[in-house]
């Protein structure tokens, strides 16, 4: 046994929301989310030593060294904690998640599923440490090595679907201190809580975000109703927009509706289906899953962008982009709450029409009163019948009401922000270039966000003045040279072509449709 180690002590808190499943469901939802036997929320350690492990910038001889071959010759000199909730979650949100049969872009039959997020704000303790062997190189490799990891946990994204921007930590209160049990001294400070803090590593700087990575930032205002929905239940309304927790100005606990990423991640998947499919020729059948159409190799670009599921761990991939969750301005929870419970209105017998407003039209009235000229955020209670196709006429029991939300400023919602991170490979380029070909349909208005895009509603207006993108420093695109750069959404399209964008999306389209005809 080594009698040295570093020890890193920290507060992580989510940026956005969380999930990391446990065992078993919940009485709310069908995937819960994973709890100490005290009850408390907890990141696993494995979660956190995987990720830390995939981020730390070090050769990759270090990181097989300190974290573990994969032949487990030795174990890991890098032990992570369990981190467990220091903040406590007062609001467990739940998400209601739905398949999409991508032959007839319906919801798939069989998959409807429910799971526990921890929302933005909750902080988790975290302790890390570096206990290098008697046989280990010096002691500076030690501090690489804890100076990395300390570096890395600024980046870190852990738990499910962090490709559609969940799980994304912020990192505080980073302490290390070094622990020396060769003396009699060491061994008592130890004990006592007392090992020397050490400053330099301490404050070792985040690893820049944007290392080696594009993030394009979309700022955006809606022309219509735009929401995700989920069913409401003894409401006027049959659905309603989906709302997530948030930290308010004075610290206490808000709401804010919100887009997730996979909403719009899924619009823009689909979108760029039907560019490469048209450009290629690729057709879809029913008696050819799509999957495994993906497999055959037809799509490279799209799968390298967007990643496939697979049935064994080696047929799944990655994809190399990822999309934030887009809130909304938020808004004091005791409002919304009068809106989301609002008693449903009943009739006084059969054939009489209730004359006074309803609860649910009273509670949204001031909720815009109270919001509208603040944030620019309002919402519309309304409600759809369904014609009976045969008669012309409206159909018997089929009255559905909707809570749409609605807003007239380019401020009220978050900029739709997506990252794409280079792969290393010969299909980065071609990649990008599908990426910008969907972003640019976006930014002309052809995609559609949310719930009912096929009844009206999901317009956006994008200024493409107003577009950023910034290119990372380490970021490689074809043979241009790394640099950083902030640029617009013209000069972007420039940097694009000057880096053979074009004629690498034009090559990978002839060899899919040389490959389809074969």
């Known amino acids: 046994m080594n009698a040295r180690r570093w020890t890193i002590t920290a507060t992580v808190t989510t940026a956005s929301e969380l999930h990391l499943g446990g065992v078993g469901g919940h009485e709310t939802a069908d995937d819960a989310l994973a709890r100490d036997g005290a009850g408390r929320l907890v990141i696993p350690?494995?979660?956190?030593?995987?990720?830390?492990?995939?981020?730390?910038?070090?050769?990759?001889?270090?990181?097989?060294?300190?974290?573990?071959?994969?032949?487990?010759?030795?174990?890991?000199?890098v032990w992570v904690s369990d981190a467990v909730e220091t903040t406590e979650a007062t609001v467990i949100d739940t998400r209601t998640h739905v398949g999409i049969d991508r032959f007839t872009g319906a919801a798939k039959d069989g998959i409807l599923y429910t799971t526990e997020v921890v929302p933005p704000g909750i902080g988790f303790g975290v302790e890390i440490r570096v206990v290098p062997l008697p046989s280990d190189p010096a002691t500076n490799d030690a501090r690489t090595v804890v100076s990395a990891c300390i570096a890395a946990l600024h980046s870190l994204s852990v738990g499910a679907k962090t490709g559609s921007g969940r799980g994304r930590l912020a990192v505080r209160d980073v302490m290390v201190r070094y622990s020396d049990l060769s003396t009699p001294a060491g061994v008592l400070a130890a004990l006592r809580g007392q090992d020397p803090v050490d400053a330099d590593l301490g404050a070792t700087?985040?690893?820049?975000?944007?290392?080696?990575?594009?993030?394009?930032?979309?700022?955006?205002?809606?022309?219509?109703?735009?929401?995700?929905?989920?069913?409401?239940?003894?409401?006027?309304?049959?659905?309603?927009?989906?709302?997530?927790?948030?930290v308010l100005e004075d610290g206490s606990v808000g709401r804010c509706f919100v887009i997730p990423g996979t909403s719009v991640r899924g619009a823009m998947r689909s979108h760029a289906e039907r560019i490469v499919r048209t450009l290629t020729g690729v057709r879809t059948t029913p008696d050819e899953a799509f999957i495994d159409q993906v497999r055959a190799g037809d799509m490279e670009a799209l799968v390298h962008l967007f990643g496939a599921a697979g049935a064994e761990e080696d047929d799944a991939c990655r994809g190399a982009i990822s999309v934030s969750d887009v809130r909304s301005a938020p808004f004091d929870a005791a409002l919304w709450?009068?809106?989301?419970?609002?008693?449903?209105?009943?009739?006084?017998?059969?054939s009489e029409r209730p004359t006074e407003r309803s609860p649910a039209a009273v509670a949204v009235d001031k909720f815009n009163e109270s919001l509208h000229g603040s944030t620019g955020l309002w919402l519309d209670l309304v409600t759809r019948n369904?014609?009976?196709?045969?008669?012309?006429?409206?159909?018997?029991?089929?009255?559905?009401?909707?809570?749409?939300?609605?807003?007239?400023?380019?401020?009220?919602?978050?900029?739709?922000?997506?990252?794409?991170?280079?792969?290393g490979t010969d299909t980065d380029l071609a990649s990008l270039a599908l990426l910008t070909i969907t972003l640019r349909d976006l930014v002309d208005g052809w995609i559609a966000l949310g719930?009912?895009?096929?009844?009206?509603?999901?317009?956006?207006t994008i200024d493409p003045a107003a577009v950023e993108?910034?290119?990372?420093?380490?970021?490689?695109?074809?043979?241009?040279?790394?640099?950083?750069?902030?640029?617009?959404?013209?000069?972007?399209?420039?940097?694009?072509?000057?880096?053979?964008?074009?004629?690498a999306w034009t090559e990978a389209v002839r060899q899919a449709r040389t490959k389809e005809t074969a």
């Open 337 to 350: 709450r009068k809106v989301r419970n609002a008693e449903k209105r009943t009739a006084k017998n059969g």
């Open 386 to 423: 369904a014609i009976d196709r045969w008669t012309g006429g409206t159909k018997d029991a089929v009255l559905f009401g909707t809570v749409e939300v609605h807003a007239d400023r380019l401020d009220t919602w978050q900029p739709i922000e997506i990252t794409f991170t280079p792969g």
């Open 45 to 77: 350690g494995t979660s956190l030593a995987g990720v830390l492990r995939r981020a730390v910038d070090l050769e990759p001889a270090l990181v097989n060294h300190w974290f573990g071959p994969e032949n487990a010759d030795h174990a890991a000199r």
């Open 205 to 246: 700087p985040a690893r820049p975000a944007l290392a080696g990575n594009v993030v394009f930032r979309l700022p955006w205002r809606p022309d219509g109703p735009v929401q995700v929905t989920e069913s409401w239940a003894d409401h006027e309304a049959d659905r309603g927009p989906i709302t997530s927790s948030c």
């Open 469 to 503: 993108v910034s290119v990372g420093a380490q970021a490689r695109i074809g043979d241009r040279p790394p640099a950083a750069t902030t640029c617009d959404w013209t000069e972007w399209l420039d940097l694009l072509d000057a880096a053979g964008g074009q004629a």
């Open 451 to 460: 719930h009912g895009t096929t009844r009206g509603a999901g317009a956006v």
